[in-house]
């Protein structure tokens, strides 16, 4: 399987950046135009990227400012399955970020 992954510093503490990936005041800053959830385990999603882009996902693990995993159950088709995924770890206010967007079936370039 493919995967997507990236490592990053981020200036802020791990309970912002956590705010920033898990929330739907947060991910809409930065990733989808309007989004609806619930930050805990089993908890659905709702991401809306625009009209025919209105994707479903479930929490798959969710450890408030440390850990925050969404798996796509109603996406595009290669997408259906996969987890986007963040691990933090903050040290001296910069939080370190591991991004990881796993279970592609197959590497392409969409």
């Known amino acids: 399987m ?3 992954l990236s490592d990053f ?5 791990a309970a912002k950046v956590f705010q920033a990936v898990s929330t739907p005041q947060g991910l809409d800053a930065w990733w989808t135009l309007q989004s ?5 385990t089993g908890s659905e999603y709702e991401l809306g990227f625009g009209p025919k882009y209105n994707w479903r996902a479930v929490v798959a693990r969710c450890v408030p400012d440390r850990e925050f995993e969404l798996q796509l159950i109603n996406a595009d088709r290669d997408w259906i399955g996969t987890r986007v995924g963040f691990v933090l770890a903050e040290s001296d206010g910069v939080t370190q970020v591991r991004f990881y967007h ?6 392409n370039e969409h």
């Open 36 to 40: 609806s959830g619930l930050a805990a």
């Open 9 to 13: 510093p981020i200036k802020a503490t």
């Open 102 to 107: 796993r279970g592609w079936p197959e590497a």
């Open 2 to 4: 493919a995967e997507i």
